[in-house]
């Protein structure tokens, strides 16, 4: 039997999860970045980790084929390099290199929301499907797209930036330097800040009472479908406004792109129905029927775990297995 | 020596060129397709066009590796099925079957954009590069995607409808069904159709003198540009506004596919500088950085070869060569 060992290095924590040959997650272990205290101390934290993980597993690590890992920003997969993570306050890191020398394992690194698809497409809810375009709200708004088994890169490995496409109407600036950014509207952190401009202009909102003097910038995404629940007029219209954007940049996708099913993770897909139905409504409205009628939709099957599944898989295809 | 025949078959005319194995166009013959008598009428006549060009050339049938053919609309590559081309009046004809039976040569079939595309790719304009966005600017807006030397397809070989995505303030039905079609105003046909209507509305223009009675209808993109060259308001405004329109559409395929070049071709190409700098102005303005600054934007090589030199080109590749 062999393994495969699976990471991903977010800007909170470090998950290394331990798959089968298939992708079965065996056992996991999660640990704080401490990305503050630079990317040295996170790699020498990594090689404890896999370690632990193996002797947690009771694994030998000669049956281990490689380490696959997930890290946020622009990655150069081919060389193993983060060009540029914003969340770890990397820039031009010699990961794979530096996780290889300590391991002493081969490793391959990609973005994380690429890796966190792959997963979904190779064992999760986009399983059989040839084209698999998956997103995941959250901090930002994240894309990757599929073919028959293969990650599409684009030139400089670039592709699927959902999030920065621009739609009129959204007023808020990026912090890629333009305005107007899908994620600066549709995430979790555009959703709380809809509710708080909405509130800050003087829309009354069952979200001012549950402030109870706390500052508006303590109002979270998770709060405004709380607010929903309630029946709240203010949060109806920002979920709604939110999945109707959501709609009308997925149709550009889906025109482009052509995927036979679309996969929807992260956080922010927590607030489910409430975005989805407005979403799947300008969705429809704004594609030509025949993308429409051969499209499936559906929620990630992970919240957490595709990530680390879809970083072990890859590496294993990477090994050319 | 091998060759390989390319093949275009327009609404208006087919085009059938012989090309060397390096796709190198030795000589073409041109008909027209006479799409009205129906389907069995244009298989006959294309039978009889290899042959003319064969014997044009000297060349021996059994020294032609296989025909690669573009036809419009939308096309199962694999089955060799011409699924519904509208411009044709074909729909679920067995384009790569019927001239295969004809001509006893293996026949490989793909929509016309894609070949073209292809052709620019491999010997045009976008040899060299990785990652090729083209498009065509005729009576509607297509484009197609080739990563390293693969086209990309997407589900239901689908992927590439760029003149089907919706821009705001497009305010024309589009014959797919929905309003606002970005080709609805940025084709051949939507420059034409953009003049008429500001015309129509009574902004005043050179181009109603130059009428001398004939009907608004009657105007075409060509006519908008020889307006603009006259220092027409009207005009000016046209091609702006469909460049700032191109530009906009552009710029999300761009997010979305990370191209290393973008190729324009299609006769709305001759429109040039009065519609390129306007689209790269806003195509700037309404990308990430990082992508406008990889990017290289060239027309189109050929204006007519392209396509049979790309057919011919993807036979050769799918013959497995």
């Given at each position: 039997m062999s393994y495969l060992i699976g990471m991903d290095i977010g800007g909170t924590n470090i998950v290394c999860g331990l798959t089968d040959e298939n992708g079965k997650l065996l056992d996991k272990i999660k640990e704080p970045t401490e990305t503050a205290k630079g990317s040295g101390y996170v790699f020498d934290k990594i090689e404890r980790m896999v370690g632990e993980l193996l002797l947690k597993s009771g694994i030998d690590k000669f049956h281990v084929r490689a380490i696959g890992?997930?890290?946020?920003?622009?990655?150069?997969?081919?060389?193993?390099?983060?060009?540029?993570?914003?969340?770890l306050q990397w820039r031009q890191v010699h990961t794979a290199d530096e996780i290889s020398r300590r391991t002493g394992l081969p490793v391959f690194i990609d973005n994380d929301v690429r890796m966190y698809v792959y997963g979904e497409a190779i064992c999760g809810a986009a399983q059989g499907f040839s084209h698999v375009l998956g997103i995941t709200i959250g901090t930002g708004l994240a894309a990757a797209m599929i073919n028959?088994?293969?990650l599409y890169y684009g030139g400089g490995y670039m592709a699927g930036e959902l999030g920065?496409?621009?739609?009129?109407?959204?007023?808020?600036?990026?912090?890629?330097?333009?305005?107007?950014?899908?994620?600066?509207?549709?995430?979790?952190?555009?959703?709380?800040?809809?509710?708080?401009?909405?509130?800050?202009?003087?829309?009354?909102?069952?979200?001012?009472?549950?402030?109870?003097?706390?500052?508006?910038?303590?109002?979270?995404?998770?709060?405004?479908?709380?607010?929903?629940?309630?029946?709240?007029?203010?949060?109806?219209?920002?979920?709604?406004?939110?999945?109707?954007?959501?709609?009308?940049?997925?149709?550009?996708?889906?025109?482009?792109?052509?995927?036979?099913?679309?996969?929807?993770?992260?956080?922010?897909?927590?607030?489910?129905?409430?975005?989805?139905?407005?979403?799947?409504?300008?969705?429809?409205?704004?594609?030509?029927?025949?993308?429409?009628?051969?499209?499936?939709?559906?929620?990630?099957?992970?919240?957490?775990?595709?990530?680390?599944?879809?970083?072990?898989?890859?590496?294993?295809?990477?090994?050319?297995?």
């Open positions: 890992v997930g890290t946020p920003g622009f990655i150069d997969p081919v060389k193993g390099v983060t060009v540029f993570a914003g969340n028959d088994g293969k920065h496409i621009l739609l009129p109407d959204i007023p808020y600036p990026c912090g890629c330097g333009m305005t107007g950014c899908l994620e600066t509207a549709v995430s979790g952190t555009g959703i709380a800040r809809q509710a708080r401009d909405r509130i800050a202009a003087g829309q009354p909102s069952v979200l001012q009472q549950w402030l109870e003097g706390r500052p508006l910038e303590t109002i979270t995404a998770a709060d405004v479908s709380k607010a929903y629940d309630a029946g709240d007029a203010m949060a109806i219209e920002v979920l709604n406004h939110t999945g109707m954007l959501l709609g009308k940049g997925l149709a550009t996708a889906v025109t482009l792109y052509s995927p036979d099913i679309i996969i929807i993770g992260g956080g922010g897909a927590l607030a489910g129905e409430r975005l989805f139905a407005p979403m799947r409504h300008y969705l429809q409205q704004s594609v030509y029927s025949g993308y429409w009628e051969r499209l499936t939709i559906r929620t990630a099957q992970w919240i957490d775990d595709a990530g680390i599944v879809g970083s072990a898989m890859a590496a294993k295809q990477r090994l050319g297995a």
